[in-house]
């Protein structure tokens, strides 16, 4: 028996349809609908004679889905420390002029569209080449 989220759960099942497999979730699927923007686990099983398979199938794809969300994480974190190093010295621009407990509320946001901004700077720089 497998155990997958809700947000994976159809990316799963049709994973496993597609190298053959014959998947059911233990649940009832009007339930699963019900719980979609929650974080619940559902159970999927296959038939006893595709176990083997399916657990050496559903291991490989736990693993790239560990590498691919480590290559993400690797990826936001410069653009992730470069914003926070920017709200800081913003913080003391605004605490040397006396403006920071006015312009407090303003710091995460910047340090957001900040962290946008280079999270997408690549994108940004391509779609401008385009035009």
Same mark, same amino acid.
């Given at each position: 028996?497998?155990?997958?989220?809700?947000?994976?759960?159809?990316?799963?099942?049709?994973?496993?349809?597609?190298?053959?497999?014959?998947?059911?979730?233990?649940?009832?699927?009007?339930?699963?609908?019900?719980? $979609?923007?929650?974080?619940?686990?559902?159970?999927i099983?296959?038939? $006893?004679?595709?176990?083997?398979?399916? $657990?050496?199938?559903? $291991?490989?794809?736990?693993?790239?889905?560990?590498?691919e !969300?480590?290559?993400?994480?690797?990826?936001?974190?410069?653009?992730?420390?470069?914003?926070? !190093?920017?709200?800081?010295?913003? !913080?003391?621009?605004?605490?040397f002029?006396? *403006?920071?407990?006015?312009?407090?509320?303003?710091?995460?946001?910047?340090?957001?569209?900040?962290?946008?901004?280079?999270?997408? !700077?690549?994108?940004?720089? *391509?779609?401008?080449?385009?035009?």
């Amino acid at each position: 028996m497998y155990k997958a989220n809700t947000q994976s759960l159809q990316a799963v099942l049709g994973f496993l349809r597609k190298q053959g497999f014959n998947p059911a979730t233990l649940e009832n699927p009007s339930n699963i609908t019900a719980y $979609r923007e929650s974080t619940c686990l559902i159970s999927i099983t296959v038939p $006893r004679d595709e176990a083997p398979g399916a $657990r050496s199938l559903l $291991r490989k794809w736990d693993q790239a889905q560990e590498l691919e !969300a480590g290559k993400m994480t690797s990826k936001l974190a410069g653009p992730f420390l470069c914003s926070v !190093a920017i709200v800081v010295v913003l !913080a003391f621009i605004f605490l040397f002029f006396g *403006i920071l407990s006015d312009a407090a509320a303003l710091l995460p946001v910047i340090g957001l569209v900040v962290f946008a901004l280079l999270a997408n !700077a690549g994108k940004i720089n *391509i779609n401008r080449k385009k035009t």
